[in-house]
């Protein structure tokens, strides 16, 4: 049997980053009323300070097989770009379970395939927005250039190459060192250390933070409501469906809720009941300003990725963002300078001729990831009915929000047409 409606349905979207926000976009849109809630500012976790790039070739998952190889280096050595620390945490060790079982070949093919579908929509739906909205967001599409430290991780990467070429990915091309540099010619001195790089001409970058502040303004423009600044405490369930949130302000009552939370979406699960295997994934970044014409010739016009450091270089008008590591140290956003000084290191290294000042503090972020690398996008067994997940996106948390937030909207427009 349908109800009729006379109002527009409510819903609560909990998370005020890229992909909460990106979700707000799309219910708005779609003719919802929309309430927005985040302990923080609009775009301040995660999607802050990212590293801007828009992957939507470049998917390969963090959990596959080479996984195994490196784990003395990523439990032992001090400055190893991906780091496990181990802890007394439950949570850290479960996931970290899930993470090694799914290193295998298999399961990382089957991954790149549902990322590689996710992207592409993800791609058409950000254009789009782009277009109707004019976001100011330094949005720029030069390509992605991926550097290999050495002739094994270059061989893996063109196989990747070849299973995104089946899958039906945008054009790619293996380069050598030399043709790495006629592309990019800010390489110059350092191309012929690497072995290789793949070049994805089709990519881009942006600044996630000025995506997020823009949909902020038009969306409560558009009479969005967002509830900043507090905190979500528990659910008030009725049989089979979420009623309401019960929050720092009191109760938000609405129709449809979407769990965004970045990493807190594992607590707030955890409070229905519900296992999200999300953890944080840390990673850092430093922006370096060019506004000298020799910092702007110095600096790389595409976007580059030193693979060997899981470094990106993205450029955003006239600022060159650097950003890298993977740490799986639990809720903890400290900055070690020797983090920051790695940044530094890396990027004189890369482009010596890049005069290196800017933000010397820099940033670090918790990317909410799964151990198989696949994002929680709809519903999930054992939930409320009225409840869906866009969560755990971890690095491609810029790349895939838009994408995620139509599936999301789709999925709630589907359910209410059977309620």
């Not at 927005?36 to 963090?62: E, K, M």
């Not at 100011?136 to 270059?154: A, E, M, N, R």
């Not at 910092?295 to 600022?319: H, M």
């Given at each position: ?5 006379t109002?527009?349905?409510?819903a ?8 909460g926000?990106s979700?707000a976009w ?7 009323r929309?309430?927005v ?6 775009g301040?976790?995660a ?10 070739s470049?998917v ?5 097989p ?9 439990l ?5 770009p ?5 802890q007394?945490?439950?949570r850290?060790w479960?996931w ?18 549902q990322?590689?579908?996710l992207?592409?929509?993800s791609?058409a739906?950000?254009e789009?927005?782009l277009?109707?909205?004019s976001?100011d967001c330094?949005?720029?599409?030069t390509?992605k ?5 050495d002739?094994?991780?270059f061989a893996?990467a063109?196989r990747?190459l070849?299973?995104q070429r089946?899958?039906g ?12 540099t ?31 502040e823009?949909?902020?303004?038009r969306?409560a ?5 967002f ?11 009725e049989g ?5 949130i019960?929050?720092?302000v ?6 449809a809720?979407?769990l965004?939370?970045g990493t ?21 970044s430093?922006t370096?300003p060019?506004e000298?014409?020799?910092?702007a010739?110095a600096?790389?016009k ?6 060997g450091r899981?470094?990106?270089?993205a450029?955003?008008?006239d ?5 890298g590591?993977?740490e799986l ?10 983090r ?6 890396t990027?004189a ?6 005069p290196i000042?800017g ?12 151990p198989?690398?696949r ?7 054992g ?11 971890g690095?491609?948390?810029?790349t895939l ?6 599936r999301?909207?789709?999925a ?8």
């Amino acid at each position: 049997m349908h109800t009729t409606h006379t109002s527009p349905r409510h819903a609560v979207v909990i998370g005020a980053g890229i992909i909460g926000l990106s979700t707000a976009w799309c219910l708005q849109r779609d003719g919802w009323r929309v309430t927005v809630i985040d302990r923080d500012a609009p775009g301040q976790g995660a999607s802050g300070g990212n590293g801007a790039q828009l992957s939507y070739s470049y998917v390969a998952p963090l959990a596959e097989p080479s996984i195994w190889r490196q784990l003395p280096k990523l439990l032992l050595k001090a400055d190893s770009p991906l780091k496990f620390r181990l802890q007394a945490d439950a949570r850290q060790w479960a996931w970290g379970l899930r993470f090694l079982a799914a290193c295998r070949a298999d399961v990382a093919e089957a991954t790149t395939a549902q990322l590689l579908a996710l992207a592409a929509e993800s791609r058409a739906a950000f254009e789009q927005l782009l277009r109707t909205e004019s976001l100011d967001c330094d949005h720029s599409t030069t390509g992605k250039l991926v550097l290999y430290p050495d002739s094994d991780s270059f061989a893996a990467a063109q196989r990747q190459l070849d299973l995104q070429r089946r899958l039906g990915c945008q054009p790619q091309f293996a380069l050598t060192p030399q043709q790495c540099t006629d592309i990019e010619p800010t390489l110059a001195d350092f191309a012929h250390r690497v072995a290789g790089g793949i070049h994805t001409p089709s990519e881009g970058a942006a600044d996630c933070l000025k995506v997020c502040e823009g949909l902020h303004s038009r969306l409560a423009e558009r009479g969005v409501r967002f509830v900043l600044g507090s905190r979500v405490k528990g659910w008030a369930r009725e049989g089979n469906r979420i009623a309401a949130i019960d929050t720092d302000v009191g109760q938000l009552v609405a129709d449809a809720f979407v769990l965004a939370a970045g990493t807190d979406s594992a607590r707030l699960g955890s409070l229905l009941g519900l296992d999200v295997p999300v953890y944080p994934l840390k990673g850092y970044s430093i922006t370096l300003p060019l506004e000298s014409p020799a910092a702007a010739s110095a600096a790389p016009k595409l976007s580059v990725t030193d693979l060997g450091r899981k470094v990106v270089f993205a450029r955003l008008g006239d600022r060159l963002r650097v950003a890298g590591m993977a740490e799986l140290v639990g809720e903890n956003l400290s900055i070690p300078p020797s983090r920051i000084d790695s940044l530094r290191a890396t990027t004189a290294d890369v482009f010596p001729h890049l005069p290196i000042m800017g933000d010397t503090a820099g940033w670090a972020g918790l990317r909410p990831a799964t151990p198989t690398g696949r994002p929680l996008v709809g519903s999930v067994p054992g939930a409320p009915a009225n409840l869906m997940l866009n969560t755990g996106h971890g690095a491609l948390g810029f790349t895939l929000a838009m994408g995620s937030a139509e599936r999301v909207t789709n999925a709630l427009r589907e359910s209410i047409s059977l309620a």
